[in-house]
């Protein structure tokens, strides 16, 4: 028979409030991620406005993305923003010398994104060129953005056509250090930044949350040694994990075609992040006891094989009910930390890695990732809620065991409790009976992402073979008890 689960949810007493910008995306300069996914050129075929491609934008907009983080990653180190401002057919063209080696045009520059900005309703996370930048051209850039003087920086960009300043809600200095950044240990990396910070100067109502960035995986120094030495004026220290299905660079693991080992083995190690961030707190907790600084996983997801035949420097990959899942993990555990976590960003938007959005031509597909990101769209400002999972079924599998159910809730802005599960079990679908303390269920009502397949997927053939469906479950004798397939997602509203 299936397994009895309860979940029970604290509704009287409030914790901290889920900040939108935990849903934030990531968009780098990077295979087709840019050019081709969003970026098409207002002479191309394909409907555009000013550039970005309708449908992709469009499809953005639904989601209600709060934040994008750009150029980079990895390129952000190498890019020099003055390449990408002026008139388009006059900025020169470099090599992407971390990403295929590829031709950059720079036709997408400052404006070009700041107009992607306005027309998807976020914000932006710039991240700045410390790694072959100096404190110069990143002071400049900035000035650039956000200057309402009659200087010459803000001069050149009122003739480059934008007379107001713009609005830069973050600012990275630096990207992993620790790698393509430029190698350094974290001592070396916090003087640099407290050396580029000194010279990062705005109007005084302009200035952009400033983030150090900081480790990854399992290394907690970067956290232990910033949060003590590049703490002023620091509104976060960022993080990157991401969820290899294997744990092993050179043979990651493929994103179809995998058995249960692997997909038990992805969600393993993509369930490591609570850990992760519970070990940087506590060095937040020691050494930021007033919690000024935030813990912002600017880069997650899972990253996989590239597919066969594509430019392996694209990190271009399928996306199935596997990654959905992955998300779903993911956001219950941001959740959870939602008091140090105000920001993340998944790696990446469109096209490159873990994407919500594939686009061949002049046709896109929506990715079971998206379609988690639209489930969750409630959670986003909304107040998390005190949750328990009991009696919890673990899911077993290669001699090792995980949750089976993982569990969110939230009272959204909208006044409603919004509950989220998580069918971990590939096998076994789970009765889940939610209990909001001291109050009268009466039902739910909601979505579910599941399919029969691991990895379900939708190609340009099938592109709606996997997507959320209706769900809704009335209370009997006051119990209101939610089934919950194998492998699924689920996300309602709470009726009383
Ligand atoms: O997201 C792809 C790359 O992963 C980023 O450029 C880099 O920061 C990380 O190593």
New binding site residues.
């Given amino acids: 028979g299936f397994a009895q689960v309860s979940v029970t949810i604290d509704a009287s007493k409030s914790g901290p409030v889920i900040n939108k910008n935990v849903y934030g995306q ?1 968009a ?1 300069h ?1 295979g087709t991620g840019i050019y081709e996914g969003l970026w098409v050129g207002q002479d191309s075929k394909i409907p555009n406005t000013r550039g970005w491609r309708n449908d992709v934008v469009g499809a953005l907009k639904d989601l209600k993305v709060p934040l994008v983080r750009w150029p ?5 180190d190498e890019y020099h923003w003055r390449d990408g401002i002026g008139a388009r057919n006059k900025r020169p063209v470099k090599v992407n010398t ?2 295929g080696g590829v031709a950059e045009v720079n036709a997408v520059g400052t404006h070009e994104f700041f107009d992607l900005v306005d027309i998807l309703g976020t914000e932006a996370y710039i991240n700045g060129n410390l790694g072959s930048g100096t404190p110069q051209e990143m002071a400049e850039w900035l000035e650039y953005m956000t200057s309402d003087t009659k200087s010459s920086l803000a001069e050149q960009r009122r003739k480059n056509g934008r007379k107001e300043p713009y609005k830069v809600a973050y600012f990275g200095i630096g ?2 250090a620790w ?3 430029g190698n350094m240990k974290p001592e070396y990396y916090a003087h640099l930044y407290n050396h580029y910070a000194t010279f990062l100067k705005t109007p005084p109502n302009a200035r952009p949350k400033m983030v150090a960035s900081g480790g ?1 995986d399992a290394d907690t120094k970067w956290t232990e040694v910033l949060s003590k030495e590049a703490a002023r004026g620091t509104d976060g220290i960022s993080f ?1 994990y ?1 969820t290899l299905p294997t744990g092993v660079w050179e043979k990651k693991g493929a994103a179809t075609g995998f058995e249960e080992n692997e997909w038990f083995s992805t969600l393993q190690q993509t369930l490591r992040m609570d850990g992760f961030i519970k070990n940087n707190v506590a060095i937040l907790d020691k050494n930021d006891p007033e919690k000024k600084i935030g813990f912002y996983v600017d ?1 997650w ?1 899972t ?1 996989y094989d590239v597919e066969p035949g594509t430019n392996p420097g694209f ?1 271009f990959q399928r996306n199935t009910l596997r990654d959905a899942v992955v998300a779903a993990l993911n956001f219950n555990i941001f959740h959870a930390h939602a008091e140090r976590v105000r920001m993340t960003n998944i ?2 938007m469109v096209n ?2 873990q994407a919500m959005i594939i686009t061949d031509k002049d046709k896109m597909l929506l990715t079971p990732t998206y379609h988690a990101y639209k489930m969750y769209v409630p959670f986003q400002d909304a107040t998390s809620l005190p949750t328990a999972v009991n009696n919890d079924v673990s899911y077993s599998a290669n001699n090792k065991s995980i949750p089976g159910i993982s569990a969110s809730a939230a009272k959204g802005k909208d006044g409603k409790v919004y509950v989220a599960l998580v069918n971990t079990n590939p096998r076994q679908a789970s009765d889940v009976v939610v209990d909001l303390k001291g109050q009268n269920v009466t039902g739910a009502s909601g979505q579910v992402l599941t399919s029969d397949a691991m990895d379900a997927h939708n190609t340009f053939d099938k592109p709606q073979a996997i997507k959320p469906v209706s769900y809704s479950a009335k209370a009997a004798n006051g119990k209101l008890t939610l089934k919950v397939p194998a492998k699924s997602v689920v996300v309602v509203a709470v009726e009383v």
């Fill in positions: 990531f780098e990077l980079g990653g990895c390129f952000a971390h990403w990207n992993e790698g393509c950044g990854n990157h991401y880069e997801g990253w990190l790696a990446q490159v890695l």
